[in-house]
């Protein structure tokens, strides 16, 4: 970080040198064009000419638990990687090398030798791909909420055992969202491919998170599954009505979340209401185990909680228009 003086022209223009080691990393030359971009806190982005074909390369040591080094180099945007070993690779060594980029989406294996292995992205991102892959991400998720609910008032071990397969799926959309809102917070012009700004893509970063947790409470519920469970009809009906007004919730929050929705913030939280009382069901059944009914309960209000989480990542546009939401101003 360095201050830079401002120096004025006789016509009334301001002018500010760029950094010798800034412009030399990047071959600026005298006539090269940058763009420059106001952000909305005042401060100014200075973009390199050629930085939207930039990709990076890394290059890393076999090590034990490799597969936490390919999932860091992934999350933080490599696009090639290359795995080195002093040695010739053996059959484990290879075998943990692709499970660990099995749940990479888009990270395959481009090139194999005997010493080394080269990693690298298939996958083009561009406009409105993070809207796609989380609401993918939601689809998914949803899904496995609905069916883990299922199969533990059917004691459903084959539609739990499902349940437990999708996660794999939805761990993969959740490292591409880390992946792209990254990518996109530390690369102006891929945030601008993205249609993602800083915000945003800590927004969709979060979402997504909140989902990948979702995903694992099922999982939980899934694992309780029980073999010939029977219920009251009370329960029976309330689960199936929390079940069905929670996965609306979540879907509506999500579309709030990308649309800037803030105005339907009042109505999400007043539903909350409602689903607490619909899971406040006695625990007193004489045709169920008592501590599986109990854990099983703790988990939908775990799932619920967490649900509300999606509603405080809704924020206002901040366009000023007529419904509410914040006009930004600045003071002169």
Known sequence: MSYRKVQKTRKGTFLISLPKEWAASYSINKEDTLLVMEQPDGSLTIRPPYNKGREISAKIKYAPYIDRYITWSYLMGVDTLEIISDSLFNN????????????LAGFEVIDEKEDRIIIGTLMEAGQGSTEKYIKKELYIATGMEREAINSYLKGDRDG???????DDEVDRLYFLLVRLSRTAISNPYVGEKLGLNPISALD????????????????????????????????????????????????????????????????????????????????NSNKCDLVSLLNFKAALIQILERSYDLIDLVSPSGSGNPDGDLIFEKIQ
């Not at 484990?92 to 749940?103: G, H, M, N, P």
């Not at 979702?214 to 469970?229: C, F, R, T």
């Not at 079940?243 to 339907?264: C, D, M």
């Open 92 to 103: 484990k060594q290879k075998d943990e090398i692709k499970d660990a980029i099995k749940k």
């Open 204 to 283: 969709v970063r979060e979402a997504s998170e909140i989902l990948e947790n979702l995903a694992d409470y099922a999982v939980k519920i899934s694992i309780m599954a029980l073999e010939k469970p029977s219920f009251d009809a009370e329960i029976l009906s309330a689960v199936n009505q929390f079940s069905y007004e929670l996965i609306s919730l979540q879907e509506q929050a999500l579309e709030a979340i990308l649309n800037h929705a803030f105005s339907q913030v009042p109505v999400l939280l007043e539903t909350k209401g409602k689903l607490v009382k619909l899971i406040d069901f006695p625990v």
């Open 160 to 166: 739990a055992k499902e349940v437990e397969e999708r």
